[in-house]
């Protein structure tokens, strides 16, 4: 039997129309991929996240606090916790040009007014714990005597120089105070003003400033470095910070986000409060 004969043509315009359908069907399921990963992204995103950790950015003032907590804590959420220190209002800073977190712990003002930015959500609002000041010196340094208004107003005027952090949640008390005992005028060039974590600390530490006052834990976290803890102002100047917590408005970790809140602000987290100089809200 003769074979069968195929014009040349006629095969050329079949393995056309092949080349033709495969690169249709190639384009077909390019497209259905793209569909899926664009449907999926958030959630692939979401897992990503939680497989980092909670991200929470705390007050130096909340420090000592959340690190000794910290293993019971991430046991409790079921997650590693990624923790950034610094002052509640320079953490603020960040937030609003675009760091991401989950949870903010900062002074309870600051935090109310990025809940009114929207940058966290109002009904995850807990407040944790106020926190009164302090003044620390270096250790093995004559104390000074803090006890009463009259004797702080004295040791401030004797003072050759006090440090504090301007951007720190005891600034404005601590200009109050000098103002309300009328010394704003002798006492206010003597500031040495240090902003950063533990910058006012370090530098009584070092003799470089006679005495810093700050929030009582941030004072005694630095007694390794030589810092030492005279006490709490008197009543009658002392002010108290109240802090607060709250879960981002675009955290993709809501669920750890509220456990680590509920966490910290259980009556069993009480004792490690009162530990570092904390009282419970």
């Given at each position: ?23 249709r069907l190639a384009f077909l399921i390019t497209a259905m991929l ?80 990025l809940i009114r930015e929207g940058k966290i959500t109002a009904d ?60 704003a005028d002798k006492v206010t060039p003597k500031f040495v003003l ?88």
């Amino acid at each position: 039997m003769q074979p069968m004969y195929t014009h040349p043509i006629a095969t050329a315009n079949q393995e056309a129309i092949v080349r033709l359908q495969t690169i249709r069907l190639a384009f077909l399921i390019t497209a259905m991929l793209f569909a899926a990963l664009a449907f999926h992204f958030p959630f692939v995103q979401r897992g990503a996240a939680q497989d980092a950790g909670l991200r929470v950015f705390t007050s130096d003032g909340y420090k000592t606090v959340l690190e000794a907590l910290l293993p019971q804590a991430e046991k409790a959420i079921g997650q590693k916790i990624i923790s950034t220190f610094n002052a509640s209002k320079d953490l603020a800073k960040e937030i609003r040009a675009g760091s991401t977190f989950d949870v903010a712990i900062f002074s309870s003002d600051v935090l109310d007014d990025l809940i009114r930015e929207g940058k966290i959500t109002a009904d995850t609002r807990k407040d944790i714990a106020r926190i009164g000041i302090g003044v620390g010196i270096r250790a093995g340094t004559p104390k000074p005597n803090i006890a009463t208004v009259e004797a702080m107003k004295d040791t401030l005027l004797k003072a050759p120089s006090i440090a504090f952090n301007p951007n720190g949640a005891s600034a404005a008390p601590i200009h109050e105070m000098v103002s309300r005992l009328g010394i704003a005028d002798k006492v206010t060039p003597k500031f040495v003003l240090q902003t950063g974590p533990g910058g006012p600390q370090m530098e009584v530490a070092a003799g470089r400033a006679g005495m810093v006052i700050t929030l009582i834990p941030e004072i005694k976290d630095y007694a390794n470095i030589g810092l030492e803890l005279v006490g709490p102002l008197p009543a009658g100047l002392q002010s108290y910070i109240a802090f607060s917590s709250g879960v981002a408005a675009s955290s993709h970790n809501i669920a750890a986000a509220k456990a680590l809140i509920k966490f910290i602000t259980a009556p069993a987290a009480f004792p490690t409060l009162k530990e570092k100089g904390l009282e419970p809200a």
